[in-house]
């Protein structure tokens, strides 16, 4: 048996970064950079791209 895995949409209901206004992603997107957290400034940086 072969197990297929399903993508889910591109709005993922865990994303914390959706209910944010832009200048909180912007603060947060530094505040990531500054902590050197890479994979979370991707993420918001993917929600302020979906944006635009």
Same mark, same amino acid.
């Given at each position: 048996?072969? +197990?297929? +895995? ?15 206004? /832009? !200048?909180?992603? +912007?603060?947060?997107? *530094? ?5 050197? *957290?890479? +994979? ?5 940086? /993917? !929600? ?5």
């Amino acid at each position: 048996m072969v +197990e297929v +895995e399903e993508k889910t949409p591109s709005k993922s209901p865990n994303n914390p970064f959706s209910s944010l206004t /832009d !200048e909180q992603l +912007e603060q947060a997107l *530094n505040q990531a950079l500054t902590e050197e *957290n890479y +994979e979370q400034a991707a993420l918001i940086r /993917d !929600e302020i791209s979906k944006r635009k």
